[in-house]
Nanobody
């Protein structure tokens, strides 16, 4: 069983930046970030394959968000720049504990989930 602990959420003004972190307690094949705003479906934001470092982003965050990892700390980061009010949501870290699909469009690909960290963006 892998535990994911998120940190780094908070409040920021539009145009500002935040960095989220997610520490995993065990092996993960891939890790990703999802977000859910009130009244909306959860959407995939970004994911990274732990071995290759290959990354993939949702269309709404391309060019503004960057996912990275520190393998020594088993931690994945989400650097969020140029934040807008529509980025406000609960952000969840997710991970897959074995090889296979790791698709942002398929939440079922991820079998471990964190508790979430809130991001608020004021205009």
């Amino acid at each position: 069983q892998v535990q994911l602990v998120e940190s780094g959420g908070g409040s920021v003004q539009a145009g500002g930046s935040l960095r989220l972190a997610c520490a995993a307690s065990g092996y993960t094949y891939c890790m990703g970030w999802f977000r859910q705003a009130p009244g909306k479906e959860r959407e995939g934001v970004a994911r990274i394959l732990r071995t290759s470092g290959s990354t993939y982003y949702g269309d709404s965050v391309k060019g503004r968000f960057t996912i990275s990892q520190d393998n020594a700390k088993s931690t994945v980061y989400l650097q969020m720049n140029s934040l807008q009010p529509e980025d406000a949501a609960m952000y969840y870290c997710a991970a897959r504990g074995y090889g296979g699909g790791c698709r942002l469009a398929a939440e079922a690909d991820f079998n471990y989930w964190g508790q979430g960290t809130q991001v608020t963006v004021s205009s």
